[in-house]
């Protein structure tokens, strides 16, 4: 998986890239070597996962769940070092949520408990993260702040690889497209070449025109308008 996010429309094959369920066909591979051949914790240091965001039971506070994300450095019977809590700080100040860590996990925003999802993964200090929807359920505010944070990462050598069913998101974060229709794929390449009126008429049936907006400062992105069915 290279650095930079890609951006893929599937269900969930994720817990075959996770190692979780056997791949039906050909291989997971990481740092060339089969995801069966390794260890879980192994698995785990190098790739990471951002679950949907979604309401705990119980009352960790922020500072904790990110910590959690410390689990894969950890023996059986260890508790957190102050390696992994300097680890877990840093990872809350790169998502500039440092002033959340005594803050109730189940009392912030929706978007407030996405980026502590990953400010965890990152605290795993894995090379990869994979995201589920990261921004599903989020207000519009919420998931471009999500998003900056994504296309952050990335950029910061990070491989991401994340699911979405909006387009859009696409041509915000994503330097690969992915897309995936009657469990196939029916896509792939850059955004631009990727995402057009005729893939998206063929994958949700609608016709949508993809057209270039002005960004203000020199720059313009391509968003996606329901065609005249409407």
């Not at 951002?50 to 450095?73: D, I, K, N």
């Not at 400010?119 to 919420?142: I, K, Y």
């Not at 909006?166 to 690969?176: K, L, N, V, Y």
């Amino acid at each position: 998986m290279p650095a930079g996010s890609q951006w893929q429309r599937q269900d969930h094959p994720f817990k075959t890239l996770l190692g979780l369920l056997p791949a039906q066909g050909g291989a997971v591979r990481v740092d060339e070597m089969d995801l069966r051949a390794r260890a879980r914790n192994e698995i785990a240091r190098r790739v990471s996962y951002v679950p949907q965001a979604h309401a705990a039971f119980f009352p960790f506070t922020v500072e904790e769940v990110v910590l959690m994300g410390r689990t894969a450095h950890l023996g059986l019977f260890s508790s957190p070092s102050r390696r992994d809590r300097e680890a877990a700080r840093g990872a809350m100040a790169r998502m500039q949520i440092e002033h959340l860590a005594a803050s109730v996990y189940t009392r912030i925003s929706g978007g407030e408990r996405q980026l502590t999802l990953i400010a965890r993964a990152l605290a795993q200090e894995a090379r990869v993260a994979v995201m589920d929807e990261p921004t599903a359920n989020l207000d519009f505010g919420n998931q471009v702040r999500v998003l900056q944070h994504i296309q952050a990462l990335a950029r910061s050598g990070i491989g991401v690889l994340l699911s979405t069913h909006d387009p859009d998101h696409a041509f915000i974060c994503a330097d690969r497209v992915a897309m995936l229709h009657d469990g196939r794929l029916a896509r792939l390449g850059e955004p631009g070449a990727t995402i057009t009126p005729e893939s998206l008429r063929e994958i949700y049936g609608v016709e949508v025109a993809v057209v270039r907006v002005p960004l203000g400062n020199g720059k313009e992105r391509r968003v996606c308008i329901p065609g005249n069915t409407l």
